[in-house]
């Protein structure tokens, strides 16, 4: 596989960032510290590259009804200027990947997929697309993604949007999207993220990516923002328990199992792709009394749990960690993990086999962590 670069690969290596591969991209692991950079999000602002995630466009008189037809979630109920997070699914139910949809006219949605999964999403809606008065079009390979989260993230983005456009910014709400001035260019804004944290998303063109992420370093480095790489990225939505697709999410599984049996909309009017395995799943009792469920486990002990490490209840397996390691906000180990249902109720000692040994591990609601408001 031919390795991809985004468009602010420069701006990282000059940075000192140390680099892996995340879906064919090189990707910043982190810069100087992934704890310095995780705790900056928390307590003032981080700078991500998210430039290697997708971006579909879709447009046309039947793009509502589309989306209706090709994600889990009922799209054309959402009101222009406003996100759903939603699920892209096959005929199985089972989790292609996992997306947000940004309405942006009554006729255009943008649809960001995950970046290891954006060209299989691609061309899923293009062939689902065949009998829909729609175009689709895939610019992610023109488009550059950069987020400021934390709680000095509207601040600090409001020294780069002129004094007449501040409404727009501090008045827009979560899961909402509206379009900004910045460095003269007009700039899709989302005050979406995958930290837990306040926080903004900004669509550039590749061609201004490198300004504005100077811009945007050069105005906040006096409020506490740093940069901010792909470990520091997956230790704050771990602790925000949000899902991560191949871990938490994959074509094996299901939305009921994941918890995410509100985004699917089985009572919208049309069919769907996956509607009626998804129906059957639901009354079956998938992720409630029958099979196994997401849950999250917090650590009694020092030691953290890992990936694919066994979950067990009096020495028997009844599970599998899918992400695990140490917090660095609340200073003791946390994972997420399928449980047999019968094990999955919060106060449920549990332990996870680290490499021979039981360590004590307990069942807790998610999120492990929710910021202040």
């Not at 290596?13 to 704890?35: C, H, I, V």
């Not at 827009?172 to 804004?189: F, P, R, T």
């Not at 923002?225 to 938490?248: H, K, Q, T």
């Not at 030691?303 to 200073?331: F, I, W």
């Amino acid at each position: 596989m031919t390795e991809k670069y985004t468009a602010l690969y420069d701006q990282h290596k000059l940075a000192g960032a140390s680099f892996t591969d995340f879906g064919g991209w090189q990707m910043p692991l982190k810069y100087s510290s992934e704890l310095a950079e995780h705790h900056a999000v928390r307590k003032a602002a981080g700078l991500f590259d998210l430039s290697h995630m997708g971006e579909v466009w879709v447009t046309g008189p039947d793009a509502a009804a589309f989306l209706d037809y090709a994600l889990a979630g009922k799209l054309s109920a959402v009101a222009v200027g406003k996100a759903k997070y939603s699920l892209i699914c096959q005929e199985d139910g089972g989790i292609i990947d996992d997306l947000i949809s940004y309405r942006r006219g009554e006729e255009k949605y943008l649809v960001v997929p995950n970046a290891g999964n954006a060209p299989v999403v691609a061309a899923e809606l293009l062939e689902r697309a065949a009998n829909f008065d729609v175009t689709i079009d895939d610019v992610s390979a023109q488009t550059s993604l950069i987020a400021v989260q934390g709680p000095k993230a509207e601040e600090i983005l409001l020294t780069l949007v002129p004094a007449e456009q501040h409404s727009l910014v501090t008045e827009l709400k979560y899961y909402a999207a509206v379009e900004v001035e910045i460095q003269g260019k007009q700039l899709l804004l989302a005050r979406t993220g995958y930290t837990g944290e306040d926080g903004f998303e900004i669509y550039v063109p590749n061609e201004d990516a490198a300004a504005l992420w100077e811009a945007l370093l050069e105005t906040g480095t006096g409020q506490g923002l740093i940069p901010a790489g792909l470990a520091s990225r997956d230790s704050l939505r771990l602790e925000a328990g949000m899902p991560l697709y191949g871990n938490e999410l994959s074509r094996e599984g299901n939305p009921y199992a994941a918890g995410l049996g509100p985004v699917v909309s089985l009572a919208k009017e049309s069919d769907f792709i996956g509607k009626t395995a998804l129906a059957e799943l639901k009354a079956a009792g998938a992720g409630s009394t029958t099979g196994r469920k997401l849950v999250g486990l917090k650590g009694l002990g020092r030691r953290a749990g890992r990936s694919h490490y066994p979950v067990l209840k009096d020495g028997n397996v009844v599970g599998e960690v899918t992400s695990g390691q140490p917090s660095p906000t609340l200073g003791y180990p946390i994972a997420m993990a399928y449980v047999d249902v019968e094990h999955a109720e919060p106060g449920t000692a549990l332990d996870i086999d680290l490499r021979g040994k039981a360590e004590p591990f307990e069942v807790v609601a998610l999120p492990f962590y929710k910021r202040e408001k």
